[in-house]
T-cell receptor
């Protein structure tokens, strides 16, 4: 079946630095990918929608200059957390829709990336 | 603002029993829903989606949708300890921007 892969699985960075997380669709093309964030014992919250070849659209309250999204190809979207601070420590998860799936409504999630800012 | 409500649990059932998980949603115009399973520290795994009123079965899982009552449920038959996880209900929304409930923690006791 379709697979969405994220890298790195976990990362520790120093406060003030930037960190990049990659999201790849391995066996299908994804014109749209989604980035979510999940704090401990809370549900997933959508941060932004990543659109191939165009600017990402951000949810209300999400700083676009802090969370840079690039979707340069049909299989890769990246999220860069700039000037990271401890409060950005969270589980970041991407997802993508497999448009070619027979049922057309299949959204798969990547494995997630744990970010710890120290 | 869409809202999806789930009982946070924990819901505890014995092995072999039927686990029933429930979800209500606020947007009467919502058309389809997903159920995901999430193990601690892992990302969600798709169980199934449903968009028609009534039941949809896939193996041990049955999803039920009642649009008039704005209610979605998931039944797990012959529950196994490996089913112990948090179950997330999600409203598909427009353009597949999912709105998740907070999830129900299910524990299946051997």
């Amino acid at each position: 079946g379709a697979v969405v892969s994220q890298h790195p699985s976990w990362v520790i960075c120093k406060s003030g630095t930037s960190v990049k997380i990659e999201c790849r669709s391995l066996d299908f093309q994804a014109t749209t990918m989604f980035w979510y964030r999940q704090f401990p014992k809370q549900s997933l919250m959508l941060m932004a929608t990543s659109n191939e070849g165009s600017k990402a659209t951000y949810e209300q309250g999400v700083e676009k200059d802090k969370f840079l999204i690039n979707h340069a190809s049909l299989t890769l979207s990246t999220l860069t957390v700039t000037s990271a601070h401890p409060e950005d420590s969270s589980f970041y998860i991407c997802s993508a829709r497999d448009w070619a799936h027979p049922e057309g409504n299949t959204i798969y999630f990547g494995e997630g990336s744990w970010l710890t800012v120290v | 603002q869409k809202e999806v409500e789930q009982n946070s649990g924990p819901l505890s059932v014995p092995e072999g029993a039927i686990a029933s998980l429930n979800c209500t949603y606020s947007d009467r115009g919502s058309q389809s829903f997903f159920w995901y399973r999430q193990y601690s520290g892992k990302s969600p795994e798709l169980i199934m989606f449903i968009y028609s009123n009534g039941d949809k079965e896939d193996g041990r899982f049955t999803a039920q949708l009642n649009k008039a009552s704005q209610y979605v449920s998931l039944l797990i038959r012959d529950s196994q300890p490996s089913d112990s996880a948090t179950y997330l209900c999600a409203d598909r929304g427009s353009n597949y921007k999912l709105t998740f409930g907070k999830g129900t923690l299910l524990t299946v006791n051997p």
